[in-house]
T-cell receptor, first 112, second 114 residues
């Protein structure tokens, strides 16, 4: 399963767009890329998932280049409540089961 | 109902105790997961159940024993734990085994081993 690398922390201000990039050089053909958000003492919450190109939902966009060796989570116009840890995951079906590996996480701190 | 519930929220146990963690979902999901999360670290996958059968065991020590009695319920039986096993234990579920649909996580059980 591919290992992911992402920045340890990022700071931003309210109203700005935040882009968090994740590197996954050894991503396999059947792996998808997923991003989760986690607040302290809570379970992670799904943000977005994609395989290639661009995916957009009501909270974020995910950009994946053609070689799929990296991906960028884009959060438009962040607010204070977006302060959290953001995890990049790659995962797919392995050995009859479904596996994911969480990256180390990026701590995003949004300031007023 | 898009909720995964976990009980208890907190658990303190001695190294000779036997205890169990419980996870429940009523979303009809057929894959369920146990993760362990240490402070300021990402969740680490422990077990994956698919259609009530154990499909992945990430080389977890035998003092952790998972059980899936039915499609809605997942247990983690604990015995003879070590202090380093203290962590947040997260349960998750997802709709399909071979598809990468989102995993729904519960709030976790905060376990302290004394």
């Amino acid at each position: 399963l591919a290992k992911t690398t992402q920045p340890i922390s990022m700071d931003s201000y309210e109203g700005q767009e935040v882009n968090i990039t994740c590197s996954h050089n050894n991503i396999a053909t059947n792996d998808y890329i997923t991003w989760y958000q986690q607040f302290p003492s809570q379970g992670p919450r799904f943000i977005i998932q994609g395989y290639k190109t661009k995916v957009t939902n009501e909270v974020a966009s995910l950009f994946i280049p053609a070689d799929r060796k990296s991906s960028t989570l884009s959060l438009p116009r962040v607010s204070l409540s977006d302060t959290a840890v953001y995890y990049c995951l790659v995962g797919g079906s392995y050995g009859g089961g479904f596996k994911t590996i969480f990256g180390a996480g990026t701590r995003l701190f949004v300031k007023a | 109902d898009t909720e995964v519930t976990q009980t208890p929220k907190h658990l303190v146990m001695g190294m000779t105790n036997k205890k169990s963690l419980k996870c429940e979902q009523h979303m009809g999901h057929r894959a369920m997961y146990w993760y362990k999360q240490k402070a300021k670290k990402p969740p680490e996958l422990m077990f994956v159940y698919s259609y009530e059968k154990l499909s992945i065991n990430e080389s977890v020590p035998s003092r952790f024993s998972p059980e899936c009695p039915n499609s809605s319920l997942l247990n983690l039986h604990l015995h003879a734990l070590q202090p380093e096993d203290s962590a947040l234990y997260l349960c998750a579920s997802s709709p399909h085994r071979d598809s990468l649909y989102e995993q729904y996580f519960g709030p976790g059980t905060r376990l302290t081993v004394t």
